[in-house]
């Protein structure tokens, strides 16, 4: 199966910025969906940024809160995806989590509601910690 390792997260004062990585490992990832979740101390997780490849191009979706200030992309050719997080703030603190579908999906939302299913692939989670 496909196995899902992140890195690039630590701590980083308010203002600053991060770059996580999502990299498979094991057997190669088809999909077309890809995404990443948080989760914060005493609250459930998040979801802060997907991705799909579909036939009009690349569509993404990211929660309100990091609109602006996070960019999600992809590398297709080497199955992994990234995160940019600039202009970080105490509340983007959290375990960040890659997470990763197989199969084509057609719309961003799609890939949203397949993302939200149990049979997910998932990393091990990189925390992200921003002090003011």
């Known amino acids: 199966q496909v196995r899902l390792v992140e890195s690039g997260g630590g701590s980083v004062q308010a203002g600053g910025s991060l770059r996580l990585s999502c990299a498979a490992s094991?057997?190669?990832?088809?999909?077309?969906?890809m995404g990443w979740f948080r989760q914060a101390p005493g609250k459930g997780r998040e979801e802060v940024a997907v991705?799909?490849?579909?036939?009009?191009?690349?569509?993404?979706n990211y929660a309100d809160s990091v609109k602006g200030r996070f960019t999600i992309s992809r590398d297709s050719a080497n199955n992994a995806v990234y995160l940019q997080m600039n202009s970080l703030k105490p509340d983007d603190t959290g375990m960040y989590y890659c997470?990763?579908?197989?199969?084509?999906?057609?719309?961003?939302?799609?890939?949203?509601?397949?993302?939200?299913?149990?049979?997910?692939?998932w990393g091990q989670g990189t925390q992200v910690t921003v002090s003011s």
């Open positions: 997470a990763a579908r197989p199969g084509y999906h057609l719309t961003v939302a799609s890939c949203r509601r397949a993302l939200g299913y149990n049979d997910n692939y």
């Open positions: 991705i799909a490849i579909i036939s009009s191009g690349t569509s993404t």
């Open positions: 094991g057997a190669t990832f088809s999909g077309n969906c």
